[in-house]
């Protein structure tokens, strides 16, 4: 088996090749279902985030799941290969291991060090695992990606100065708009970047701030937290002619400004400038109110680079969380060289078992007279003898399993001890318990 990562993120394709590959989480679990399913593929995650859409694969054939797996993103969203191919990056094993653990620690965001994306891939893998799409490898890897970024952010001071996406935002406003203590701020969504878009402003000063969300609800609850005023879309365009900053950051597939909107709202406010920042991904705002006169927009590609102060104490901690990672992939190694110990472990305590019932059920056939007392003490003791026996053998074969020729030696091991019948058994029985479990009789 092999573990791959196909994907792309905001080094290899702008916002607006990252804008078609984006996935809702109402969508994810159909998709997941729609890879879990696709030739070769044995476990699955998808990550979809603004900056990134990666799909982790298990697969038993990686020469040729390359291939499969495009084939998969060119139905589910609706593109030819050759329009996104060159936009692409595919990882492979310890490659794959070692970019989940960077990706989790937050060392390959645009932000470095940031903890949001922790939580998305923590998401990420829970919502797979619900479906049913991982198993015994990404239980266990996933397990330890989170673990390791926890730790990672926990023993070190990468996250200390914030230069989350949402800081980013708004530290581009002020660099291009100057004090925003006196201006009217809009912000539209109510999600986590928005709330941290808020956060930052009202650490400013600010008195003057909008929270423009769907639902009421939303907006509200937002807005008491920053003490802004709580409105709804629809009544986007009125409010617009007071403003003097947006920053936007939905989950909407759909613009959720046109250029026509803004252009039709700058015709009431004459060389009054207004300044757009969108975070979103897909984008909310239309790209083309950049050429209406006095709207400034800029988009997520605009924050690249833009807090080098603060990532250059962030990249010294992050040198730390680069040994952390070597760390856990050996770790992950180490298990993964284990894991084919199991089968024949659990073949030789079988074997074993069967031995010793037989030999005591012939015992109690010689000796009938045997009282239940007696019979328990002998059944003990002689199982202990056999345990005893088992224990070196097994734990030295633990140990030699992650050697170079850990295999050769599990080979060897099986042939001493003549359990191939019983590691064919074992697996007949896991595959017909499987079978059981997915049948369409089973189905509620």
């Known amino acids: 088996m092999h573990i791959l990562v196909v994907g792309l993120n905001y080094k290899t394709a702008p916002v607006e090749v990252r804008e078609q590959f984006s996935m809702s989480q109402s969508e994810l679990p159909h998709a997941l279902q729609k ?36 084939s998969f993103m060119e139905k589910w969203f609706k593109m030819t290969r050759q329009s996104f191919n060159q936009h692409l990056y595919i990882k492979e094993d310890r490659e794959a291991i070692d970019h989940l653990f960077r990706v989790t620690c937050g060392l390959d965001s645009m932000v470095l060090g940031e903890t949001q994306i922790l939580g998305q891939m923590r998401e990420a893998f829970l919502t797979a695992q619900k479906f049913d799409c991982t198993g015994t490898l990404f239980n266990e890897l996933f397990k330890q990606a989170v673990t390791l970024a926890k730790r990672a952010h926990a023993e070190t001071s990468i996250g200390e100065k914030a230069v989350s996406v949402s800081y980013a935002a708004v530290e581009l406003t002020k660099r291009v708009v100057g004090s925003l203590k006196d201006k009217n701020i809009m912000i539209i969504g109510a999600g986590k970047m928005s709330e941290l878009t808020g956060k930052y402003i009202s650490e400013l000063g600010v008195r003057n701030m909008m929270i423009m969300n769907r639902s009421m609800d939303g907006a509200m ?15 986007l365009e009125h409010h617009l002619q007071d403003t003097d900053v947006v920053i936007s950051s939905t989950g909407s597939p759909n613009l959720v400004l046109t250029a026509e909107q803004v252009s039709n709202m700058m015709k009431n406010r004459p060389e009054r400038p207004i300044y757009m920042i969108d975070i979103a991904v897909p984008r909310d705002l239309d790209p083309q109110i950049a050429n209406i006169e006095h ?65 005591m059920q012939s015992l109690f056939n010689k000796l009938p007279d045997l009282d239940e007392r007696e019979t328990k003490v002998i059944r003990k003791l ?20 992650v050697e170079e020729n850990g295999h050769e030696v599990m080979e060897q091991f099986v042939k001493m001890f003549n359990l191939q019948d019983e590691l064919d058994q074992n697996e007949k029985s896991a595959l017909e318990e499987e079978e059981r479990k997915t049948s369409p009789s089973m189905v509620i």
Not at 39 to 68: M, Q
Not at 221 to 235: E, I, Q, V, W
Not at 342 to 356: E, F, M
Not at 387 to 397: A, E, K, T
């Open 382 to 401: 002689t199982k202990s003898i056999l345990n005893q026996m088992l224990h070196d053998p097994i734990l030295n074969l633990k140990e030699l399993a």
């Open 35 to 70: 890879l879990k399913v696709t030739k070769s593929i044995l476990e699955c995650v998808i990550l979809a985030t603004c900056n990134r859409t990666e799909l982790y694969v298990v697969v038993d054939r990686p020469s040729v799941c390359g291939h499969y797996i495009r």
């Open 295 to 359: 709207a400034h927009l800029f988009d997520i590609d605009d924050l690249e680079g833009i807090v080098e102060s603060n990532l250059n104490s962030r990249k010294n901690e992050a040198l730390k969380i680069e040994k952390m990672i070597e760390q856990g992939i050996s770790q992950f190694d180490q298990w993964y060289k284990t894991l084919g110990v199991s089968p024949v472990i659990q073949a030789l305590q079988g074997k074993a078992a069967k031995i010793h019932a037989e030999t």
């Open 221 to 235: 609850k937002l807005a008491k937290s920053f003490h802004g005023t709580p409105n709804t879309l629809d009544k």
